[in-house]
């Protein structure tokens, strides 16, 4: 399985995710990019969640079938806006299909950005939740990558 570098230009790996992005802000995605990505690459599904989270991992966000030729998301992306046409939301645990930033009840928790890249286009509905989303990719995927970001909530 070939390795996708993921990056973004608000913070680098490990690095705190400035606090725009977050739930104690502006709540708005951050930008992300990515490297080459395999051979026969149809779409990419990103997702983040939080595996410190109290009551077990917690999703973030969810998109799906963002189109194979792709190399990055702009800050703030919405599904409603014009740009990358085919892209899907899943449910995240904030019950929404847009992105929800890191909003910890306590100290410091990990936010893992992860990309992965499919030799398809998947066929399941907006709104699918994270599990089944990835039961159905799973014989799909080419290449991932991941990016993290840290968050302390400061009260």
């Given at each position: ?24 802000g502006e ?40 189109p194979g ?87």
């Amino acid at each position: 399985m070939q390795e996708i570098m993921l990056a973004s230009k608000a913070f680098s790996h490990g690095n705190a995710i400035p606090r725009r992005y977050t739930g104690d802000g502006e709540d708005i995605s951050p930008p992300l990019s990515w490297g080459s990505v395999p051979e026969g690459t149809k779409s990419h599904v990103i997702i983040c969640d939080d595996p410190d989270a109290p009551r077990g991992n917690w999703d973030h966000w969810i998109l799906f079938n963002i189109p194979g030729e792709a190399r990055d998301l702009p800050e703030h992306f919405l599904l409603a806006r014009p740009g990358l046409k085919g892209v899907r939301g899943g449910m995240n645990d904030f019950s929404r299909l847009e992105y929800g930033g890191p909003c910890p009840p306590g100290g410091t928790h990990r936010y893992f950005f992860k990309i992965y890249a499919l030799d398809a286009v998947l066929d399941v509905k907006e709104g699918v939740r994270k599990n089944e989303l990835l039961r159905v990719m799973e014989k799909h995927i080419l290449g991932k990558g991941e990016l993290m970001g840290t968050y302390t909530r400061r009260k």
